[in-house]
């Protein structure tokens, strides 16, 4: 029997100062599962996609992912693990400034294997932005950089997907886009958990 694809016992996590950000947490998201974490501002949700990610540690309890206790990777097992297993959609996009759309995707795809331009292409093309490979962030609105992180996020076809917040930046029209892409992603058998403070 496969382990759960994120399993939590008893996590508890300290921001300096001290501020607890999350008491406690027991929970188990299966393979294939989308799970939606919802909450204000502040409650948490990024901390928690963290600690799945392996950006963070625990303060105590216990974090596995695709059954790997991540406490127990060091900083470059850790990188690996997310680049060949985790996809990440980032609130704040994380876009290299200097870099085109197109080339912020293949980063990502050079970072795992090989860049392939015609597959980075067609991620941003899915994404409504086939219009804006040459563009560079700084050239970009903020829903379109949101576009362009969550192509990156899928380009390596990851096992499990993180966003946060993915839609807060898009209009109507884009977040149907976008959620119909993490629909596609989920129906392939991949593990979705999104943050967002949407009950939508």
Same mark, same amino acid.
């Given at each position: 029997?496969?382990? @759960?694809?994120?399993?939590?016992? =008893?996590?508890?996590? !300290? ?11 027991? $929970?188990?998201?299966?393979?294939? =599962? ?5 909450? @204000? ?8 996609? *963290?600690?799945?990610?392996?950006? /963070? ?11 790997? !206790?991540?406490?127990? $990777?060091? @900083? ?15 609130? /704040? ?9 197109? /080339? ?10 090989? @860049? ?27 829903? /379109? ?18 966003? *946060? ?5 898009? !209009? =109507? ?5 976008? $959620?119909? $892409? ?19």
């Amino acid at each position: 029997m496969n382990p @759960p694809a994120v399993r939590m016992e =008893e996590v508890v996590f !300290d921001h300096p100062g001290p501020v607890r950000a999350l008491d406690r947490v027991s $929970l188990e998201i299966e393979a294939g =599962e989308w799970v939606s974490v919802t909450g @204000p501002s502040g409650a948490g949700k990024t901390t928690l996609l *963290d600690l799945i990610a392996g950006l /963070e540690r625990p303060t105590s309890g216990r974090c596995e992912v695709l059954g790997i !206790d991540l406490a127990r $990777l060091g @900083p470059d097992e850790a990188a690996t693990f997310r680049r060949e297993h985790v996809g990440l959609v980032f609130q /704040e996009f994380h876009l290299v400034e200097y870099l085109t759309a197109l /080339e912020n995707v293949m980063l990502a795809q050079y970072l795992h294997s090989m @860049p392939d331009a015609r597959s980075a292409r067609r991620g941003l093309e899915a994404v409504g932005l086939g219009g804006r490979l040459h563009h560079r962030p700084g050239q970009l609105s903020g829903g /379109e950089k949101q576009r362009v992180s969550i192509a990156r996020a899928l380009a390596n076809e990851p096992r499990i997907l993180l966003a *946060d917040e993915p839609t807060g930046n898009l !209009d =109507e029209e884009n977040q149907l886009g976008v $959620l119909e $892409l993490f629909a596609g992603f989920h129906r392939a058998g991949g593990t979705l958990v999104v943050g967002t403070h949407d009950p939508d």
